[in-house]
């Protein structure tokens, strides 16, 4: 597997990842990639985000007329969530990530909460802390990029972040301290 790896993002690898169809052995489509649009409107039956005018939005409630027309469905993100897919990975590494563990955890909640009001398919799929490093899986890209760089913000330290050439993949490792090992 072919990575890039460099401090900044790369634009131009951005884009073309956000081109990829996302591979996975069981085949489900992706949050990126273009699938049947639901009914206009329709209703997660999962988490209540609303379709309507091609987009899925949280906490916005269905005006009454409408409730009786709504169709129910599962929303891209809970598909995804269920199946454990991602495509977006952060790893928090280092001294400093174990002594603030639980702030950094109700910093990378925060980031979930804000993303997930006006774009509900970027979710957490998972979070897992072995004793070393704090894995975060994500459905998207993006958000794995901003939880990365709000730890970077809050608590300093640095941010990388690798495209897998494969599926187009981020992997962002946020280490506390300034130096990052060679890995
Ligand atoms: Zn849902």
New binding site residues.
């Given amino acids: 597997m072919k990575q890039r790896t460099t401090g900044n993002i790369p634009q131009k690898g951005l884009t073309r990842s956000l081109d990829r169809r996302g591979t996975r052995s069981n085949m489900s489509p992706p949050v990126a990639q273009k699938q049947r649009a639901p009914e206009d409107p329709s209703v997660?039956d999962?988490?209540g985000?609303i379709y309507t005018a091609k987009t899925w939005r949280r906490n916005r409630p269905l005006p009454a007329k409408l409730i009786n027309a709504a169709a129910w469905t599962?929303?891209p993100?809970?598909k995804q969530a269920k199946s454990g897919e991602y495509f977006g990975r952060v790893l928090v590494r280092g001294a400093k990530a174990s002594a603030n563990l639980d702030a950094i955890r109700s910093r990378i909640a925060n980031v979930e909460r804000r993303a997930e009001f006006t774009q509900?398919e970027r979710r957490i799929v998972s979070s897992k802390w072995d004793g070393a490093t704090l894995e975060v899986l994500t459905t998207s890209q993006k958000l794995a990029h901003r939880i990365a760089r709000e730890l970077q913000k809050a608590f300093g330290g640095r941010a990388r972040y690798t495209w897998s050439d494969q599926d187009g993949a981020l992997t962002a490792i946020w280490q506390g301290e300034t130096r990052l090992p060679r890995t």
Wanted: aromatic share 0%.
């Fill in positions: 997660c999962s988490c985000s599962i929303c993100a809970c509900p």
